[in-house]
């Protein structure tokens, strides 16, 4: 997988072709591999969504670094947690 992109590689999966011709398939774009986030790096995350649901982009960059996670998966787990948290109310 390309940890940069976050997209799986062209070599990555033998019949990618196969899925891609499937109905319902992703036709040329290559689907984005699952984060699998660590326990460690959920309970920080958790700890910094309890004190604000909200991150500007200098919070989000340096809890990025801290976590060793890109921006936009820090964005996106906190969309999910608010989304989350709204389902639960």
Known sequence: ADESSGYESESAGGDRAAAAAAPGGTRGRQRRARTAFTSEQVCQLEKTFQRQKYLGASERRK???????????IKTWFQNRRMKLKRQI
Request: net charge negative.
């Open 63 to 73: 809890l990025a670094a801290a976590l060793q996670l890109s921006e936009i998966q």
